[in-house]
Each structure stands twice: as structure tokens, then as C-alpha cells.
């Protein structure tokens, strides 16, 4: 039976497992296991780099993450506390996947190619990456939140990681900073998919939102029936205290170094 993907945090400004570095900034190690019938696969995707090289690599070397086991390296959006690892990663993996948005630097976008094995450029229309991964296309900003555009990673395990049939599923919208509002993050991932996404994961973008936007945030989670949240990087330490006393044992905290199963959600 396939095994529920994990995620690990390898970067934020969030402590978790003591002793390593807690920066600004966000970084993820997704992990799908595409073990089924005897045959092994699965793919290793990190999400966002950080805003510091060294910093990611040397979480990296403590978690036991070797940079070059990475097949597929996914970019947010092109803020300095999401690709600061940038250059490291590549250094020590040119031959992974790299996949960005229309909004990165034009300039950026030539050099990477002869960085990388492939580069996957998504312009706003929602695109297949892997089995069971999608990004959302690219989105614009929430003009409350004003950044750039960004891309969430979408996850449907309900196939399981190789594709087949599965009884038990479970689906995910990651975020970096969810510059566009998570809550229309996950609308496009459950539009895209055809149900309801399970998991909210990431930095929310509400460490500047009042008490009355925090919860009306948390209104438009539960509205969309969203089960378990993991609220890290930039959604604030108000707003984790809010969705902490909202959604109890499902608010699942961050911070470095913390790995998560993404199983389906019981009944």
C-alpha cells in the first residue's frame, strides 16, 4: 500500500527541531512514495529554497536531505526569503527539474535554463507536473496582499503517488507566502480537481491582518472544509493563535525541521 507523502520543513523563521538555523523564509521537502505492487519510484520535491543558501543546506545535512536526491525543485513565487538557496541547490544538483512562473525576471529565466536539466516555466493556466502534482497557474496578488505573483503546488494522493487507484486519499495546497489569498489557492486546487482540498499548508500572509481579517480567513478555510492546516512562514503569530483555537488538533505547527504525514482526514 502506498504511504501517505510527507513534508518536511527544511527552512523557516519558526523554530522546531532544536539546533538548526530558523531564518526568514520557507522551504519544504515533499517526499511521494511511489512504492506499490513491488516496484519502488516516487519523487522528491523542494519547495522553495529559503533566503539563505547555507543556512538550507547545512537543515539539509542535519535532517539527512542530500541535495542531489531532489529529482524536482519547485519555486513560489521570486522573493528573496523563497529562492535565496537558489544557486546552492543547483550548484550541487544541475540535473534536477525547475519549475517557476511567467512572473520571474525575464533575465532569470534564460540563465536558469542552462542551469538545470529542465525548466518547466507555468503561465497562468493550471498545469500537471508529476503524477499527482499540479500547480495552480500563475495568480495574481490579492490587492490586501499586495507581492507578486505566485503558484501554490497542488497534491492528489487520492491516486496514489504512481496513479492507481487508491481507497484512501488525501489532497494539499501549499503555499509560499500565498500572495494571492490561500483561500483562492485552494479554490483553484479543489476547481481543479473536481473536490475539496484537505490540506492548507505554508506561509498565509496574514502577519498584518487585523482580528477581523484573520477570522474572516479562517471563515473562508472552513467554508471550503479544509480539515488540517499547518499555518507557518508569514501567516503571523496572531493568526497561528487564531487557527490553534479554530481548528484544535488539526492546526498542525510548523517551524524547522518539523515533518508532517499528509494523511486523509478521518471522517
Same mark, same amino acid.
Given at each position: ?14 523554530? *522546531?527541531?532544536? =539546533?538548526?538555523?530558523? +531564518?526568514?523564509?520557507? #522551504? %519544504? /521537502? ?6 506499490? $505492487? ?11 529554497? *529559503?533566503?539563505? =543558501?547555507?543556512?538550507? +543546506?547545512?537543515?539539509? #545535512? %542535519? /535532517? ?6 531532489? $529529482? ?11 529562492? *535565496? ?183
Amino acid at each position: 500500500m502506498t504511504r501517505p507523502p510527507r513534508l518536511t520543513i527544511l527552512f523557516d523563521n519558526y523554530p *522546531g527541531v532544536p =539546533g538548526l538555523t530558523t +531564518l526568514w523564509g520557507f #522551504a %519544504a /521537502l515533499i517526499e511521494i512514495d511511489g512504492e506499490t $505492487d513491488g516496484e519502488t519510484g516516487g519523487h522528491r520535491i523542494l519547495f522553495d529554497t *529559503g533566503s539563505n =543558501g547555507r543556512a538550507l +543546506l547545512k537543515n539539509m #545535512a %542535519a /535532517l539527512g536531505v542530500d541535495p542531489a536526491s531532489v $529529482d524536482c525543485l519547485f519555486l513560489s513565487h521570486p522573493h528573496w526569503d523563497h529562492m *535565496g538557496g537558489l544557486d546552492s541547490v543547483l550548484e550541487l544538483n544541475p540535473h534536477l527539474t525547475l519549475v517557476l512562473h511567467e512572473g520571474f525576471s525575464k533575465h532569470l529565466i534564460a540563465d536558469l535554463r542552462r542551469q538545470c536539466a529542465e525548466l518547466i516555466v507555468v503561465g497562468p493556466e493550471p498545469r500537471a507536473l508529476l503524477p499527482g502534482v499540479l500547480s495552480t497557474g500563475m495568480m495574481d496578488a490579492d490587492p490586501m496582499r499586495a507581492g507578486p505573483p505566485e503558484h501554490g503546488l497542488i497534491l492528489n494522493a487520492s491516486d496514489g503517488a504512481t496513479g492507481s487507484a487508491g481507497a484512501a486519499g488525501v489532497t494539499a495546497a501549499i503555499s509560499g507566502c500565498a500572495h494571492p489569498g490561500m483561500e483562492r489557492i485552494v479554490e483553484r486546487g479543489a476547481a481543479m480537481l473536481g473536490k475539496r482540498i484537505d490540506w492548507a499548508i505554508g506561509g498565509f500572509h496574514l502577519m498584518y491582518a487585523d482580528a477581523v481579517e484573520i477570522q474572516r480567513a479562517i471563515r473562508a478555510f472552513q467554508a471550503l472544509d479544509i480539515v488540517c492546516v499547518v499555518p507557518t512562514h508569514c501567516t503571523g503569530d496572531t493568526a497561528r493563535a487564531a487557527f490553534r483555537q479554530a481548528y484544535g488538533e488539526r492546526c498542525i505547527e510548523g517551524g524547522v525541521g518539523r515533518q508532517i504525514l499528509i494523511r486523509p482526514p478521518h471522517p
